[in-house]
């Protein structure tokens, strides 16, 4: 990319680890991208980690509490007062937006989040923060989620159209 005169930017990386792992290729340089990243004075682990730890599904739950302890996520992991917020700066130590906009995460790692709070965290779970990110796509998506996987309905907050408020289903 330097040779054409493009500089790297956060948005380049987190479309070069989609890439990454849709082709299923996770060779050791992925894994070194913060290093990468660094040199091009792009401060971005957490959303890297976000991109990459549904890879790790099977181990997600050892992985957050690994990284709690590591100082990777804020203790609470996004989970306050039976509400999970999915924005960055809730999530993991040290983030902070642009000054703008908070990032939410990937909508694969909101999902495992929620599985990782409802088993361990909180069965009673009422509300998810999910934002305005990509035309509503976490959202959407986490919609879908949960009614397809836990048979959740939910209703907008009627003060806060970036918050989702769960009720079992009527079926």
């Not at 694969?108 to 509503?136: D, M, V, W």
Request: net charge negative.
């Amino acid at each position: 990319m330097q040779q054409w005169g493009i500089k790297p930017d956060v948005a380049i990386y987190n479309a070069f680890i989609k890439v990454c792992i849709k082709a299923k290729e996770f060779d050791t340089e992925i894994w070194h991208l913060e290093e990468i990243m660094n040199k091009s004075d792009i401060s971005a682990f957490s959303q890297i980690h976000a991109q990459l730890a549904p890879i790790e599904k099977d181990n997600f739950a050892s992985m957050i509490d690994k990284g709690i302890t590591q100082g990777i996520y804020k203790k609470s992991v996004g989970l306050m007062n039976h509400c999970i917020d999915l924005h960055m700066d809730k999530i993991f130590e040290g983030h902070s937006g642009d000054g703008t906009h908070i990032r939410g995460i990937p909508l694969a790692f909101a999902r495992l989040l929620f599985c990782y709070h409802k088993q361990n965290n909180e069965p009673n779970i009422t509300s998810i923060i999910t934002g305005y990110h990509g035309n509503n796509t976490l959202k959407n998506g986490m919609i879908s989620f949960l009614k397809d996987e836990f048979e959740l309905e939910f209703i907008e907050d009627k003060f806060n159209s970036g918050m989702i408020v769960l009720k079992e289903s009527a079926h």
